[in-house]
């Protein structure tokens, strides 16, 4: 099912009249309100601390106070205190030198406090116990009253979420999540760039949003409902538990794959008591227990909370635009506020509401039908005022010594609007050749033409792709391509030198036209003379980043290998991705201005690569990526798809041969997804090797999903003749990777007659 009928189906339930009563009677009746499975969301007397103590953050104490506790050992609270900055400090300080003191062995003549303290610890506490605890000592802030806040907001959504829940054939008891993750506020954000009532990351929610300068499906609270529970369906399908999907809304599946891998147990009260990843912090370790917390409490809300009304559904007349139309324009037209257009469509950009987008074409426009009843709202939209393209983007290339601040001088705008606009993680970290948005005052941008390199001979640098190239000089990449005798287009590299097409036209051509979101940069791959690298045959899942290379044909799978499936493994050679080629940005502009020597001194880019922040990066950005790319103790790796054998060449910086040679395999030898492969770390070391592994699966993936998004999930059932790589492309265009994704424990190389696939169905982005 795509989102298109959902969202129909969505609209069609919000339309329905939600008595109060009912859903107080649904919410806060005396009988339990969900019939809770143990055994789909277990309570292992392990983590019933952990649930008591968030049933008491939830219902005893509001954001007025909170309490002072163990990080580790939640039965251990310390203090209930205001929420006051200077006396939880002071607090916290007394309590840590009270616990240093009786760390160190002090057992006699002890204050008061530290009395206390071994009282409560219990007086056989050994001395690491309470050297860890004073380390350990974290302040919680009261959530009574936004839980009491969520709990009323809920009744505007819950009829919504219970449908999709029961659309999706899932548990009931998912959906409660908002109140752990939002209080069921949709305009929700948080300090780690998640936003709306169900938290997304940008990474994980481009999977099956839009998300970009225009629309942020994440802020919709219906759609990234939806989304929401594509998720937790696809964490279930990786993970196999409730328990492990739920905490992997919160870590990532990808973390939670890892920590399955280290403690060799999917028990939750094992991972949470022994994993130790890096990024596996509080909030992860506790995210199933506040699950359990908030399923109890709802479960009891009169007892807590007394009789609670609810916020009633809205009623929202759905319009789907047929053109471009201006923000100002419908509201004016269909007799609505521009400010009650913009509250009932939250996912539409601050771009659109100040005028320098349009509202999309074919985008699902809420509005309060009390307000225009029985019209044809399209209809009073004058046509003159209709579109059939977007108002163009306009972009600048970031050059060395550039910075937010010295751009957004530059062009009379403000840092904080460049961020916003382009929706930065971080204001203080741009790249050389990142592409910017600039705000436009009233669809007039200030345009600079592009500077001709001499002769129309331009030289590649590290930071180029062809993308780039194309779009800096208004020229399509088939034409530059063909200009240079180029057959693959991921392959140039530094110091290569590229003649510019038709460059007598060129110095006077700058081309404003219809964007409707950002095209994404192109994976490329440099090549370099001193190395060997090969893109020999890759089995079956390995669908490359690489565009427009022919490709030879996969083995078919048949009877014979179904039936005999360890005589020959099924290979599905390296292909060309299923990803469009990239556009060659004729509806952008790209504005490029010499940066002065004093701008480059002043705030020059460091190339050097920050790893901490690079790899936080890259594991929000694979968070839902299950897939192992780790270096095992013996230097050995996991082969994943996409993956060859050049690939392995290029990030450790030695010939491909090398790599066959070390590990006993022919020339011909295909590289087998899911089997290992010993490395050679002599040049590069493993966690350099790591983040450029990363780096290359993360962009894979970001491109992808900047074009395509998941919508739903179909099994297939494998008949005699299939070719699954062949069914992946061409009946679901999906890539072999996001297959494995769905199909973590499925052995590629041994698929059989009947075997059931899980198929991904994606819709590419308007």
């Known amino acids: 099912m795509n989102f298109r009928r959902q969202t129909s189906t969505a609209n069609a339930i919000l339309s329905r ?88 062995g002090q057992r006699d003549s002890l204050s008061g406090s530290q009395q206390e303290l071994l009282a409560l610890w219990g007086a056989d506490v050994s001395n690491q116990v309470l ?245 044809n709202l399209l209809a009073q939209i004058p046509a003159d005022y209709k579109f059939d393209i977007q108002t163009p983007d306009v972009a600048y290339v970031v050059e060395r010594g550039d910075s937010l601040s010295v751009i957004a001088r530059r062009f009379n705008t403000s840092v904080a609007r460049l961020a916003a606009l382009n929706q930065l993680a971080s204001r203080h970290r741009i790249q050389i050749g990142q592409r910017l948005l600039l705000p436009q005052e009233n669809g007039q941008p200030a345009v600079r033409y592009a500077s001709m390199p001499p002769e129309g001979v331009y030289t590649v640098s590290r930071e180029d792709t062809v993308t780039r190239i194309a779009a800096r000089f208004d020229v399509t990449e088939r034409e530059l391509l063909g200009a240079n005798g180029i057959r693959d287009r991921n392959r140039i590299y530094p110091g290569q030198q590229l003649t510019l097409p038709g460059f007598e036209d060129l110095t006077e051509r700058v081309v404003i036209a219809a964007s409707d979101r950002p095209v994404p940069p192109t994976v490329v791959q440099f090549a370099d003379e001193s190395l060997q690298t090969e893109a020999r045959p890759v089995a079956v899942a390995a669908v490359a980043s690489v565009a427009n290379t022919p490709s030879p044909e996969p083995a078919v799978v048949n009877a014979s290998d179904a039936v005999n499936a360890s005589r020959e493994p099924v290979q599905l050679a390296r292909t060309e991705s299923i990803l469009p080629p990239a556009a060659v940005l004729p509806d952008h502009v790209e504005l490029e201005m010499p940066v002065t020597l004093e701008e480059e001194q002043a705030v020059a880019l460091d190339p050097a690569v920050d790893l901490n922040e690079t790899n936080a990066q890259l594991t929000e950005a694979l968070a839902a990526d299950p897939s192992d790319y780790t270096v095992a103790g013996n230097n050995s790796i996991e082969i994943q798809a996409s993956e060859t054998l050049g690939h392995f060449a290029d990030w450790l910086g030695i010939r491909a041969w090398d790599i066959r040679r070390l590990n006993n395999m022919a020339f011909r030898d295909p590289v087998i997804i899911g089997e290992r492969l010993t490395l050679d770390f002599s040049r590069v070391n493993s966690q350099e090797f790591e983040r450029r592994r990363r780096e290359f699966h993360s962009s894979l993936q970001q491109e992808f999903f900047s074009s395509f998004r998941i919508q739903n999930v179909e099994t297939y059932q494998v008949s005699q003749g299939d070719n699954i790589g062949r069914i992946a492309r061409g009946r679901y265009s999906t890539p072999i990777w996001l297959l494995r994704q769905y199909n973590p424990t499925l052995d590629f190389n041994r698929i059989q007659i009947g075997q059931e696939i899980v198929f991904p169905l994606v819709e590419r982005v308007n």
Request: hydrophobic content about 40%; glycine content about 6%; aromatic content about 10%.
């Open 131 to 375: 050297r860890e605890a004073a380390s350990n000592v974290r302040w919680q802030l009261g959530q009574s009253d936004r839980f009491l806040g969520g709990l009323k907001r809920s009744g505007a959504y819950r009829a919504h979420i219970n449908e999709v829940i029961r659309e999706k054939g899932l548990p009931i008891e998912l959906g409660v999540l908002p109140h752990v993750e939002s209080s069921f506020n949709p305009r929700a954000f948080s300090s780690a760039a998640a936003a709306g009532m169900w938290q997304f990351g940008r990474a994980t929610g481009q999977r099956f949003m839009r998300i970009d300068h225009i629309v942020d499906e994440r802020m919709d609270p219906y759609t990234a409902t939806y989304a929401a529970m594509s998720l937790l369906e696809y964490n279930y399908s990786v993970l196999g538990t409730w328990p492990l999907a739920l905490t992997a809304y919160n870590h990532g599946a990808g973390g939670i794959s890892r920590a399955v891998r280290q403690t060799g147990t999917r028990a939750i009260e094992d991972i949470v008591g022994n994993y130790r990843g890096r990024r596996f912090g509080f909030a992860s370790r506790n995210f199933y227990a506040q699950f359990l917390a908030v399923i109890e409490v709802e479960n009891n809300a009169r007892q807590y909370f007394g009789d609670v009304r609810l916020d009633p559904a809205p009623r929202f007349e759905t319009v789907t635009t047929d053109a471009f139309i201006d923000a100002e324009v419908f509201a004016r037209s269909v007799g609505l506020s521009l400010e009650q257009l913009q509250s009932d469509n939250p996912s539409l950009r601050p771009a659109v509401w100040e005028g320098n987008k349009r509202i999309p074409a074919d985008f699902q426009v809420k509005v309060r039908d009390a307000a225009v009843p029985g019209r």
């Open 17 to 104: 009249s939600v008595c109060n009563l009912c859903l107080l009677l649904m919410l806060l009746g005396s009988s339990s309100v969900y019939a809770q499975s143990e055994e789909l969301f277990p309570r292992p007397p392990e983590l019933q601390p952990a649930v008591d103590f968030w049933v008491k953050v939830y219902t005893e104490v509001d954001t007025q106070s909170g309490y002072l506790h163990d990080a580790r050992n939640l039965t251990i609270i310390y203090e209930r205190l205001p929420n006051n900055r200077r006396q939880i400090n002071s607090a916290r300080n007394r309590i840590q030198a009270d616990l240093r003191a009786l760390a160190s």
